[in-house]
């Protein structure tokens, strides 16, 4: 299938990209390289730069490529963010999806798959969290993706657009020493942790101990990178199928000191701690239910343990502490 994959050259988007190609087919990837990296480019896809809310930009890619299928990666994606610059999420995540899905619907493309996001269900209680639960959004992120969730409902309903929503849950590692997470500012746990390691930071802080959690810290469902690829990849071959959503994660939930624990070991750094105040938006407990893409897709997370997790994402910060370097 001919593909276009916004934000191919991001964190998520290159890995899937990879996949993609090995899977065999063929892609274009529409990007701003504002977050993405040139260097995360495969060389076997094709580069459109361009930005989403240019509509003219995204009706040039689809005449010029023609795309079967298309995956949505390209976004703002920080919750804490989010909590400070609402309309950034909004405005500008529901633009640019809405100026893609027009263009495709006008374009006659009928398969969609969106990075969607465990923010959905910010106000939980109910852990595992499967795809019945009610949707919360904790943030303006999340309430961003649950617009686009929403739009793409219509674009089944009304162009019969097939798409598939994926929600995932803390999206981490690297699918090889060349290939990985590398954010500026960088605000993810993980590669903050593995930048102390590096002796780039001097200390992690802890945001909150006071959580309603085992330890009083947060506790998230940290899916590897690889196999959130992997998803995407059997969701686009079973859209003809027709639509659907899946909670993407673990099943297993880590707290913050956890991961930090992990760490330690992994990395044989004493990696510091110190304990901030709360970080706004940020729900207690994030799990996920997968039942229900294991069983209809046959989806297995490769990485579940977090030790594995850890070295993974490790060998790609020693590989390149300054990430792509292009900064
Ligand atoms: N945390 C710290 N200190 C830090 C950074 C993070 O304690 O310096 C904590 C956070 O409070 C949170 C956990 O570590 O409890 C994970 O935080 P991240 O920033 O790594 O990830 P988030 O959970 O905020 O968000 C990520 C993605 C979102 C996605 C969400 C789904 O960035 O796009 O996972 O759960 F929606």
């Given at each position: 299938m001919k593909v276009l994959v916004t934000g191919g050259a991001g964190y998520i988007g290159s890995a899937t990209v990879v996949q993609l190609l090995e899977a065999g087919h063929r892609v274009v990837v529409f990007d701003n390289?504002?977050?993405?990296?040139r260097a995360a480019l495969h060389p076997e896809a094709a580069l459109f730069e361009g930005?989403?809310?240019?509509r003219a930009a995204v009706d040039r890619v689809m005449a010029e490529y023609a795309p079967e299928g298309i995956l949505h990666f390209a976004s703002h994606t920080l919750v804490g963010e989010s909590m400070e610059r609402p309309f950034l999420y909004l405005d500008d995540n529901v633009r640019a999806g809405l100026n893609l899905l027009e263009s495709a619907a006008e374009h006659g493309v009928r398969r969609f798959i969106l990075s969607s996001t465990?923010?959905?269900?910010?106000?939980?209680?109910?852990?595992?969290?499967?795809?019945s639960a009610p949707v919360v959004p904790g943030s303006p992120y999340g309430e961003s993706k649950h617009l686009l969730e929403r739009i793409l409902h219509w674009m089944d309903d009304r162009f019969g657009m097939r798409y598939a929503a994926l929600r995932y849950f803390n999206a981490c590692g690297a699918v090889s020493p060349d290939l990985g997470e590398d954010h500026d500012p960088e605000t993810h746990l993980i590669p903050l942790v593995l930048q102390v390691a590096l002796g780039q930071r001097e200390h992690v802080t802890i945001f909150?101990?006071?959580?309603?959690?085992p330890d009083g810290t947060c506790v998230r469902d940290y899916v590897h990178v690889y196999d959130l690829a992997r998803a995407h990849v059997l969701a686009l071959q079973a859209l003809d199928r027709g639509s659907r959503t899946y909670n993407l994660g673990n099943g297993r939930g880590f707290s913050v000191r956890e991961v930090i624990e992990a760490a330690r070991e992994v990395?044989?750094?004493?990696i510091p701690a110190v304990l901030g105040p709360r970080r706004p938006g940020d729900p207690a407990v994030l799990v996920a239910a997968s039942d229900r893409i294991r069983g209809e897709l046959g989806w297995e997370p490769r990485y579940t343990e977090m030790r594995d997790i850890l070295e993974s994402a490790w060998r790609w910060h020693q590989a390149h502490p300054r990430g792509y370097g292009d900064r």
């Open positions: 390289l504002c977050q993405g990296h930005d989403l809310l240019d465990a923010n959905l269900f910010g106000l939980h209680d109910r852990i595992p969290i499967d795809e909150g101990d006071d959580y309603d959690t990395t044989g750094h004493p």
